[in-house]
């Protein structure tokens, strides 16, 4: 008789730092024993393109040969994780796109007539259905072992989206917005990393993305209050790719 | 219709390397005409990205380029930054960076040498096989890039991405503890990176190298080997100091990749590992000399195939500088720490450049009164090793009988010089004046 086969798995990157697909290799040795790798060109070069249990994209859509890939992806994967900033909110890039125009960029770049094609940088999401989104710049490696278990014994992983001031205050930091005047984005940014930055005495800079229902127009308050200037505020709070609807409310 | 014979060879996409890029070969009546490294992976337009934001801000955009060299992003940032406030951070603070810089150097080199490199040699096409065929190298890799691993958890936060660099410094001084509990890991490492450069100095190039490379690297700042510098030195016996990079390095677009490329007076050359080592070689550490004096590389052989050996050479040197200089932190931690200058803010531009694992990057930056970013510019290490990879192709190719076999040693080939495209398609143009 044969036994049931081994579920497999894809990791495959877009357009990133390769930080996700680093995190997933550093972490592989866990998971070889459960999981098949039947693609993952940044650690192997012997992949196939059948269907997969789960497929781990990295980076954002940056450009068509990105969509192509991702939508290839999506047809051959039962689930579809993002995983890194780029994927589940754009990052950088994205967050750059908010503030000027991708053709601009290109021209500046690559002069007028060039061959090169670049899309405005987006999350998977803007194009595909996305199973589970798993932010981190990078992902944190437990969130992501405890996902892929969830996910190898067909339960949907709960993430939390917490803010960050929930985990410094359980690591009892004092407050560098309160007590430095750092401009810590804690409160409006996702938990996930352990507080990590205020942990050291730093700012939080947003690097897992939004948290839920992130009150952006408060955190510009008190910015404010502390002496930052709107258009400051607004760089900072926008670097790591928050989507420009949860600025609706301010009027900045 | 002409009867000479056209070829092309393709590598659609190479992997086990950062990024995603691509080989093209044309070939006429058996010559090659052409080589063509296709980078395709997306580009992110980082000098654009950084302006109008503040300095402080640098350290967490620019470690984005890429992950496996986000510590030399972040330092090449905030060394221009700091050149351009005059500043100095404390000489504990100092010391610390280097420790990071070289826990990233082993991390980076690890994984490069083990995972992405050794594959070739051992032949195994797939992760399974290797861990399953091969565990106790799957497992010198993993303590090996844990140890990197390591050292920059200690000293910046997390793996890469660090979060306790900054302009004017670190947040937190790491407690001694982590710090005698890296060290003694460093002590048990030492002898499984000298194992791996044996097991990789055992491992002949498949392919020859037909003319010598063009070495570029910093001078380290003291009389050690080392990764920062001001001054670049040549092998053809020329230096320069770094804040002059437009002057000595062009920068080319190329139509069929979206990676640049830059030239030293229209010629490729050759940044990284193996550069430092036929520069720097003789400031080697103990094992590390040991080491090198018995390779091809100290006699002279400059094979590109060879940069494995070249970085896994450095990471021995890597383990016994850093376990030096946590007994220096420690004894500076003893003495009377003098006051911490505060921060000045000035208007001005400045280059940061520091030796990354692959080659030397560079950092250029103009600021305002109110320190914010007015213009940025990068040079990556895989935008200065491109012409030579393509050159090096050309050549292997050339001088071939059988072409069409040569795919997998060109791939073998193009690995060796650990491109990372990633760090390689962020750029954006700006006129100099
Ligand atoms: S330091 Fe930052 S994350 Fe911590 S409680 Fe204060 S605002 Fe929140
Ligand atoms: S504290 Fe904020 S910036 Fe720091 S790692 Fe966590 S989410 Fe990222």
């Keep these: ?252 | 219709m002409s009867d000479v014979e056209k070829k092309i060879i393709q590598i659609p996409e190479i992997t086990r390397v950062e990024g995603h890029a691509a080989v093209e070969i044309d070939i006429e009546d058996g010559n090659v005409k052409e080589v063509r490294l296709d980078v395709f992976e997306g580009t992110r337009f980082f000098e654009r990205i950084v302006l109008g934001h503040k300095y402080d801000e640098l350290a967490h955009i620019t470690s984005r380029v890429c992950a496996i060299c986000s510590t030399g992003h972040v330092l090449a940032a905030i060394f221009a930054v700091e050149r351009i406030f005059s500043f100095t951070p404390t000489p504990i603070e100092t010391k610390l960076r280097e420790l990071m810089h070289l826990g990233m150097i082993i991390e980076s080199h690890a994984t490069h040498v083990c995972a992405l490199a050794l594959p070739d040699f051992l032949k195994t096409p797939d992760l399974a096989s290797f861990a399953g065929q091969h565990k106790e190298k799957f497992l010198l890799w993993t303590h090996l890039r844990n140890l990197g691993a390591e050292i920059q958890t200690a000293v910046g936060g997390r793996p890469f991405h660090p979060v306790n660099l900054h302009v004017s410094g670190l947040s937190k001084i790491p407690s001694t503890a982590s710090l005698e509990g890296v060290k003694a890991d460093l002590k048990r490492s030492l002898d499984e990176a000298i194992s791996l450069a044996e097991l990789v100095l055992s491992f002949a190039p498949p392919v020859e190298r037909l003319t010598e490379p063009y070495f570029l690297a910093l001078i380290p700042h003291d009389d050690k080997y080392g990764y920062f510098g001001e001054t670049i030195q040549s092998s053809e016996g020329w230096q320069r100091s770094c804040q002059e990079y437009k002057e000595y390095l062009d920068e080319q677009v190329v139509t069929y990749s979206h990676a640049k490329r830059s030239l030293v007076k229209g010629k490729p050359v050759m940044v990284g590992s193996m550069a430092r080592l036929a520069l720097f070689g003789n400031r080697l550490t103990r094992e590390a000399l040991n080491v090198y004096q018995a390779t091809p590389l100290f006699k002279g052989d400059s094979n590109s195939i060879w940069n494995n050996a070249a970085q896994a050479i450095e990471i021995i040197q890597a383990i016994e500088r850093a376990i030096e200089i946590i007994d220096e932190v420690e004894t500076l931690k003893n003495e009377r720490t003098p006051e911490k200058k505060p921060l000045g803010i000035v208007a001005g531009r400045a280059t940061g450049a520091v030796e990354c694992p692959r080659g030397t990057l560079y950092h250029y930056y103009e600021i305002d009164e109110n320190g914010v970013i007015c213009a940025a510019d990068m040079i990556t290490p895989s935008a200065q090793n491109t012409a030579r990879i393509e050159l090096d192709i050309k050549e292997v190719v050339s001088q071939s009988t059988e072409k069409e076999m040569l795919g997998p040693h060109l791939e073998t080939l193009v690995r060796a010089y650990d491109p990372c495209n990633t760090c390689a398609t962020h750029m954006v143009a700006i006129n100099w004046k």
């Design chain 1, 1 to 252: 008789m044969e036994t049931n086969p081994r579920p497999c798995i894809a990791v495959e990157g877009l357009t990133g730092c390769a930080g996700e697909l680093l995190v997933i290799l550093e972490n592989l040795d866990k998971l070889l024993p459960f999981v098949r790798v039947a693609s993952f060109p940044f650690a192997q070069s012997q992949n196939d393109d059948g269907p997969v249990d789960i497929a781990f994209v990295e980076g954002s859509v940056s450009q068509p040969h990105d969509l192509e890939k991702l939508k290839r992806i999506r047809a051959k994967a039962r689930w579809l994780v993002a995983v890194g900033n780029c994927a589940v909110w754009g990052c950088v890039q994205g967050g750059a796109c908010a503030k000027c125009k991708v053709t601009d960029m290109l021209e500046a770049v690559y002069g007028q007539h060039s061959e090169i094609q670049a899309l405005e940088s987006r999350p998977l999401d803007a194009y595909v259905n996305v199973d589970v989104k798993l932010s981190g710049c990078p992902i944190d490696k437990t969130q992501f072992l405890s996902v892929t278990a969830s996910l190898l014994k067909d339960h949907l992983p709960y993430i939390t989206h917490k803010p960050v001031c929930l985990e410094c205050k359980l690591n009892e930091n004092p407050c560098v917005l309160i007590e430095k005047n750092l401009p810590c984005l804690g409160p409006v940014t996702a938990a996930g990393c352990g507080a990590l930055c205020p942990s050291l005495g730093a700012a939080c800079y947003g690097c897992w993305g939004p948290s839920q229902a992130p009150q952006m127009d408060a955190m510009a308050t008190i910015l404010s209050e502390k002496g930052y200037e709107a258009l400051e505020i607004m760089n900072r709070l926008k670097t790591f790719g928050a989507p420009e609807h949860l600025f609706e409310r301010m009027n900045v």
